[in-house]
């Protein structure tokens, strides 16, 4: 397409994505009634039309015109929030609104239309979906509030200051590289605590173990193994079906991780360790089958952000590189397979970075992936014995034949497909 009719579409998308914000709008019945505000769909795909306007004049090179027709849209949104509060108590969202649909519009218009998509389709949604996100915001607690700010505030004021490297020897240090990886291995520990804290007790603790096996599949097989000694034994088996449920997500990050960290890692992962996931996945399905009773609240995770803990976690993933590094250099790739069966048994996400890091450097996707299932392998061992050491009957036949079956599954993988 010639750049004539980009800017065409671009105008056309401005449009499209103010009456987008328009219909919602009126259908929410904020510009109709008594208490109606100024804009509904009419207006709103005007403004669409005139941001996008701007956004072609930028492109045109004619920036002070673009500059004042997008700043009188703004003006005419905040004299009409003037004037309606000093007749009623608004909330302002849709003045607010419209200045995003302005925005969205000169996105548009000056080329950038996915940009302009994705700010509409937010803004629908964020505008269509109030009553849940008022619900959601109601739902979190001072440490997840504390959380997210403490994230906001390592992602955008700490990130930016750090050096890129690299420092040192062992392939070197980078620290803005580490602290997104930080940050990565944090943000994604985090939704998994923020979907368990939502969810609580209600569904049962079958969905409770998947939602805490995305933080910590280990710290929920040793919570719900010494649960089932103190609560009513009929409680055993859906707290076992719960780290069965926990254990085959562990499964599912690792591949989630190792997909953004390293696609060569992943698919020569992958078949190595689908069938202990199906085992599992198998197991849970059977677990969904019984009655799901709200249950007493057990609290498997603690918060998983802090900036203690992040610096313990960039520390412990540093070391581990240099280990790892150090590690192949002197037993070559025999080495990086025991190495990552050890490190299963301490920190599986530190296992995956750093095996991560040695496919994409030096092209050992193999040997790797090899290492990530023996870390795997490794860790389901030992919340199998966890499990088997402080539960009782039922739990521990459950999980004894759950995590059996999924590590015996595991090693037969790993010895037929390496």
């Known amino acids: 397409m010639d750049d004539e009719t980009l800017r065409a579409l671009g105008l056309l998308l401005a ?15 904020h510009s109709k009634g008594q208490d109606g505000r100024f804009a509904g769909v009419r207006t709103f795909t005007l403004l669409g039309g005139l941001g996008g306007g701007a956004g072609w004049l930028y492109a045109a090179n004619l920036t002070w015109l673009g500059v004042v027709l997008l700043a009188s849209g703004a003006a005419i949104a905040l004299l009409a929030y003037a004037a309606a509060s000093r007749e009623h108590d608004i909330d302002g969202t849709t003045e607010v609104a419209a200045l995003v649909t302005l925005m969205a519009g000169a996105f ?19 505008l269509s979906e109030k009553s849940r996100v008022h619900a959601f915001v109601d739902r979190m607690d001072e440490g997840a509030v504390q959380a997210a700010i403490r994230f906001t505030v390592m992602a955008i004021v700490i990130l930016p200051l750090l050096p890129e490297g690299p420092y040192g020897p062992f392939g070197g240090f980078r620290p803005r590289e580490l602290w997104m990886l930080v940050l990565f291995f944090s943000g994604l520990s985090f939704v998994g605590y923020m979907a368990r804290m939502l969810v609580g007790a209600r569904q049962g603790y079958l969905v409770a173990g998947f939602l805490g096996g995305i933080v910590s599949s280990t710290s929920v097989t040793l919570t719900f193994a010494r649960a089932s000694r103190t609560e009513n034994e009929h409680v055993g088996a859906p707290l076992a079906y ?21 696609m060569p890692l992943m698919l020569t992962l992958l078949p190595m360790i689908a069938a202990p996931f199906l085992v599992g996945l198998a197991g849970a399905l059977i677990g969904l089958r019984r009655p799901q009773e709200e249950r007493r609240e057990i609290q498997t995770t603690q918060n998983p952000l802090n900036f203690a803990a992040a610096l313990q976690m960039a520390v412990l993933f540093q070391v581990v590189m240099f280990v790892v590094h150090v590690v192949r250099a002197t037993y070559g790739d025999l080495g990086v397979v025991v190495s990552g069966a050890l490190l299963g048994l301490a920190d599986v996400d530190a296992l995956l970075l750093s095996m991560a890091k040695t496919a994409s450097t030096s092209g050992l996707a193999a040997t790797s992936a090899l290492a990530v299932a023996a870390g795997a392998l490794s860790n389901t061992l030992l919340k199998l014995g966890f499990a088997l050491a402080v539960s009782r009957p039922p739990f521990r036949r459950i999980v004894g034949l759950g995590l059996g079956s999924m590590a015996a599954v595991a090693l037969a993988s790993m010895l037929l497909i390496r």
């Open 108 to 126: 548009a218009g000056s080329g950038q239309a996915r940009l302009a998509g994705a700010i509409i389709a937010i803004t629908v949604l964020l």
């Open 242 to 262: 719960g780290v069965i449920g926990a254990c085959t997500v562990m499964f599912v990050k690792i591949v989630a991780v190792t997909a953004v960290l390293s």
């Open 15 to 29: 449009a499209v994505g103010g009456a987008a914000v328009g219909v919602e709008r009126e259908r929410a019945g």
